[in-house]
């Protein structure tokens, strides 16, 4: 695939002004955006043009009740205490709020997703503190900003030495509510053994602690349910980080971005970089794409010893079997409910059972349970823009973005076609449109066989623009199958297209002509007659179950939907409208004896037929 650049071109499909964050969609009437990912608080441009207030150090009473509490795992006490100090009303809007130390949102952002708090709670009361911390964290980022909260500093993972220990803890800043000159040495409880079990230090990297999370997603539904939540709130972070700091960088007129380069996203990247050169690029890849497989698993290990077990819940307490007396009925209490089951509800959960798809799916490790991993997918996509953005805006970026595509485009292409038919949804997407474009243009080139017209012969703008437009879908993409005679790759550029397709007739001013139906039937036409190659090879096994039953399912459902896209398209070319009129029956009432559907000029413009 050519370099990714993004600069203005003649296409209204791809152009700079486009281009944002992960969360931030198109403008229009077709605002598709996952709600998984969503956050009301959370709008790109409401954290762009949004004034954060300042943050003053905690009183030192305050400061060191909230570390006691801390240390005594009162976390319930802490937060009640600091959410009242985030509440109490200010005499003035420039007067400063209070905001804690780093190192004890360091520890609140732990209590997210740890398993005491968690899936092993040791006391009543303390699975609250988790859903308590996250809404604090959330509460403080939209007061502060990133910066003003100093979550860069409260949140930095600590290498670890060769005997296992972290080589530094969070040293107080002594203009920010720190004791070093204080004589106040409390905090050495906390810096040895709460920081020792923090995510911070036992996760090293943040994208050691994606990858699990990721093969939670997969592997333990009870940990996912609360790694979700850490993800969200960690991406919702780095985009109001990038944004703050690049805005910044905008008004001081540095064209270097200091601000931006210091981003908390920057840092966990180099901090990656700087252990295996070279090695950095594939390391997140690898973690954006965890699946729970074996080899996932080896690479991305969970943070904390058997996480995954649940606490074992109370049994009933052992009484005096009575004697048994079957021909009376009598079973000595053998057969209550409680009695049977008690010993099974004591044991932990276990991954999920994990089916392998049908076929050949590519790598044969991945055994990935399909709808947990759909339900990751917008996370993993938003993390792919963040980075996207970074490198974009940051000169001399850690990551080149046109490596960065490839290797996204490279990996997507290899999943198994469920997993891959919903990555290129573009109903389900959380990409902008531009890198929507980009990515399925992207993993078409990667399917297209040697035949295929090149995109810069169509149009010699292309390569250093990245658009799409009507000829070059035309000419270069819909007439053709795939580069091989595999079921599936054929249906994943059925697929592909079909996305495209529908991008460019519903986001796009592009005016098709009377050569769009002939290409999209040639295309249809030559895929059918590909997989038939494949087909004639395999006789002989008759009577063998067909491996790519469900990928000649998914080619033809696709070719039927890429002939209904073609007949709207026509429509709207037209200005006609489409009037279906589906007769119930002669006995059936007058007001139910039909239903019209129409797709008028307006409508039609923003059908989405469902992958």
């Not at 420039?94 to 040791?122: E, S, W």
């Not at 996250?134 to 990133?146: E, N, Q, T, W």
């Not at 993993?443 to 799409?468: F, N, Y």
Request: aromatic share 8%.
């Amino acid at each position: 695939m050519p370099p990714i650049k993004f600069t203005a071109v003649s296409s209204p499909l791809s152009s700079l002004d486009s281009f944002a964050t992960a969360t931030e969609s198109p403008p229009g009437a077709l605002d598709i955006t996952a709600s998984v990912t969503s956050s009301p608080d959370l709008d790109t441009e409401d954290a762009a043009n949004k004034s954060y207030s300042k943050a003053a150090q905690l009183p030192p009473e305050l400061k060191q009740h909230c570390q006691i509490y801390l240390e005594e795992n009162l976390y319930l006490i802490t937060l009640n205490l600091l959410n009242s100090l985030l509440s109490s009303s200010r005499s003035g809007p420039d007067d400063p709020n209070y905001c804690p130390p780093p190192n004890q949102l360091a520890l609140l952002n732990t209590a997210i997703v740890h398993p005491k708090f968690t899936t092993r709670p040791k006391e009543e009361g303390w699975s609250e503190a988790s859903a308590e911390s996250l809404v604090y964290l959330r509460s403080l980022l939209s007061r502060f900003g990133p910066i003003n909260g100093r979550f860069k500093d409260a949140f930095r993972f600590i290498s670890t030495s060769r005997h296992g220990t972290p080589e530094s803890f969070y040293d107080d800043d002594p203009t920010y509510g720190g004791g070093v000159d204080d004589g106040d040495d409390t905090y050495a409880h906390m810096r040895r053994g709460y920081h020792q079990d923090g995510i911070w230090r036992r996760g090293q990297d943040f994208f050691h602690v994606v990858g699990w999370a990721f093969n939670c997603s997969v592997l333990y539904p009870n940990r996912w349910r609360h790694w979700r939540h850490w993800l969200k709130f960690m991406f919702d972070l780095l985009q109001q980080d990038l944004v703050e700091r690049h805005n910044l960088d905008v008004e001081s007129g540095d064209l270097d971005c200091p601000m931006l380069r210091d981003s908390i996203l920057a840092s966990y990247i180099g901090q990656r970089s700087g252990r295996t050169a070279g090695g950095g690029l594939k390391w997140i890849m690898d973690a954006i794409f965890a699946d729970g497989s074996v080899a996932a698993s080896s690479l991305f290990r969970e943070i904390w010893q058997k996480e995954h077990k649940e606490n074992p819940k109370s049994t009933a307490k052992k009484r005096k079997r009575e004697a048994v007396n079957i021909e009376k009925g009598n079973f000595g209490g053998w057969l209550d409910d409680e009695s049977v089951y008690s010993s099974q509800t004591s044991e932990p959960p276990t991954p999920q059972k994990r089916r392998t798809n049908s076929g050949d799916m590519g790598d044969p490790d991945f055994q990935a349970l399909e709808p947990a991993y759909v339900e990751s997918i917008p996370l993993r996509q938003r993390l792919f823009a963040l980075l996207s953005y970074l490198c974009h805006y940051l000169p001399r970026p850690p990551l080149d973005i046109s490596d960065l595509y490839q290797r996204f485009e490279t990996t997507v292409k290899s999943l198994p076609l469920p997993i891959f038919t919903a990555f290129v949804n573009r109903g389900m997407s959380t990409l902008t449109l531009e890198s929507q474009i980009s990515t399925l243009q992207g993993i078409l080139l990667l399917l297209m066989p040697t035949s295929a017209l090149s995109p810069a012969k169509v149009d010699r703008a292309w390569q250093d623009a990245e658009g799409i437009t009507a000829e070059i879908i035309e000419r270069c993409f819909l007439p053709y199958s795939a580069n091989t005679i595999a079921v599936e790759d054929n249906a994943k550029v059925s697929v592909l297209l079909e996305n495209l397709l529908q991008i460019m007739w519903c986001n796009g001013c592009e005016r098709f002509d009377e050569n769009l139906r002939a290409a999209v039937e040639k295309g249809i036409a030559a895929r059918e007659a590909k997989v038939k190659k494949k087909r004639t090879s395999a006789r002989g096994r008759m009577n063998a179950e067909d491996p790519d039953a469900e990928a000649r399912v998914v080619l033809e459902m696709s070719g039927q939907r890429l002939l209904t896209l073609l007949e709207l398209i026509e429509a709207d070319i037209n200005g006609t409208e489409l009037i279906e009129v589906d007769k119930m029956g002669e006995n059936e009432n007058e007001d139910e004896g039909q239903y019209e559907v129409v797709f008028d000029h307006f409508l039609s413009r923003r059908v989405l037929i469902e992958l």
